[in-house]
Structure formats: C-alpha cells, structure tokens
C-alpha cells in the first residue's frame, strides 16, 4: 500500500497495486493518514525524481486523502 506523489506535484494518490491498478479501499487510505499524522515533514520526495512537493506536504496529504475518500463516496461523479 502506498501514497505517491501525483504527476501534478499536487496531491497525493494511493494504490495498493500501481502496475495492476489497484486502488485502496476508504479505510486503508484513512489509516495511511492516522500513521502519518503523528509526524512533522513539509517536503515529500515520490519514487520518481521530478514528483516533488517542495512545502506543505503534510497538508498536502491532508487534502489528498479527503479529496480521495470523497471520489469513493461519488462527490465527483456527473449525472
């Protein structure tokens, strides 16, 4: 399970498989957020060289995971 870096440097995405893309069910996403909280960062480095949030990673994460939980939920479904 993971949360990367998206091509934006904007946001954060989670996969469990990235090859077979795979994502990650509500709670496992909630629960990469409540392991992380407890931890000061600002810059994030992803596992590709140019997906690179430079300041307020941890905010960045925040929102990521809201924004994530919320397409689950169908916030952005048009219809």
Same mark, same amino acid.
């Given at each position: ?14 996969? $469990? ?10 709670? &496992? ?5 409540? *392991? ?23 905010? *960045?994460? &925040?929102?990521?995971? &809201? $924004?994530?939980?919320? *397409? ?8």
């Amino acid at each position: 399970d993971i949360a990367t870096v998206t091509v934006d440097r904007k946001f954060f995405t989670f996969m $469990r498989s990235y090859p077979n893309m795979i994502p990650l069910s509500a709670n &496992q996403v909630t629960a990469i957020g409540a *392991a992380l909280e407890p931890f000061a960062f600002d810059t994030v480095y992803s596992h590709f060289f140019d997906r690179v949030i430079p300041t307020g990673g941890k905010l *960045a994460l &925040q929102v990521s995971i &809201q $924004r994530y939980l919320d *397409a689950l939920a169908g916030a952005y479904e048009k219809g």
